[in-house]
């Protein structure tokens, strides 16, 4: 089973930094099938990218997704208020079909 | 628009059964398999496992064969998780999810289920 290590665990910025998140895979994954979601404090998680770097419908466009194989990371160019939550990442695996998260990132305002 | 609806809160003794339902609408329910997630309070999410909205068969994560059960009631597009023999340890909010190709895209909003004697 593919363990999924996110780092870091909790980190903080201020408004209009650059903010980065990795996600990295304990084997192999497939690009197309990492994901991201978003979840605040009292509400599901809404996906967030698919994909590795397809943005979900209403995303704004300072996101943006990369990464393959082992490493895959979520970036915002600059950071907004609203952009405080826990980001999880998510794989499948395809045989036997399983899914993963990973244990998040709390992202706060600095 | 497709939505996911979910049962209330849940008060439960440890021992005690309790089953969850997620009504789905704005689509066709069988096209689409549903996922169970769980979150303990503080914690990440933990995929529980799917059920084949089509054929009824369920595939369970390991850490969640036993005392889990996915279940359908097609005609009413409602997806079921019974947890028997409740314990503490099962004290969470429970979301359904709908698989769509490798990811979730849209999920309930979520059955808070709390264990206590």
Redesign the interface.
């Known amino acids: 089973?593919i363990v999924l290590t996110q780092s870091p665990a909790i980190m903080s910025a201020s408004l209009g930094e650059r903010v980065t998140m990795t996600c990295t895979a304990s084997s192999s994954v497939s690009s197309?099938?990492l994901?991201w979601?978003q979840?605040k404090p009292g509400s599901?998680?809404?996906?967030w990218i698919?994909?590795t770097s397809n943005l979900?419908s209403g995303v704004p466009a300072r996101f943006s997704g990369s990464g393959s194989g082992t490493s895959y990371s979520l970036t915002i160019s600059s950071m907004e208020a609203e952009d405080a939550a826990?980001y999880?990442c998510?794989q499948?695996h395809r045989s036997?079909?399983?899914?993963?998260?990973?244990?998040?990132t709390k992202l706060e305002i600095k | 628009q497709i939505q996911l609806v979910q049962s209330g809160p849940e008060l439960k003794k440890p021992g005690e059964t309790v089953k969850i339902s997620c009504k789905a609408s704005g689509y066709t329910f069988t096209n689409y398999g549903m996922?169970w997630?769980k979150q303990a309070p503080g914690k990440?999410?933990?995929?529980m496992g799917?059920i084949n909205t089509y054929t009824g068969e369920p595939?369970y994560?390991?850490d969640f064969k036993g005392r889990f059960a996915f279940s359908l009631e097609t005609s009413a597009s409602t997806a079921y998780l019974q947890i028997n023999n409740l314990k503490n340890e099962d004290m969470a909010t429970y979301?359904c999810?709908r698989g769509y190709?490798?990811?979730?895209?849209y999920?309930?909003?979520?059955t808070t289920l709390t264990v206590s004697s």
């Not at chain 2, 990440?44 to 995929?47: A, D, I």
């Not at chain 2, 190709?101 to 895209?105: K, P, T």
């Not at chain 2, 999920?107 to 979520?110: F, K, P, T």
């Open positions: 089973q197309s099938y994901h979601y979840q599901s998680p809404k996906l698919y994909s979900a826990t999880y998510h499948y036997p079909p399983t899914w993963t998260f990973g244990g998040g | 996922n997630v990440g999410l933990k995929w799917w595939t994560a390991d979301f999810a190709q490798y990811y979730f895209d999920w309930g909003q979520g």
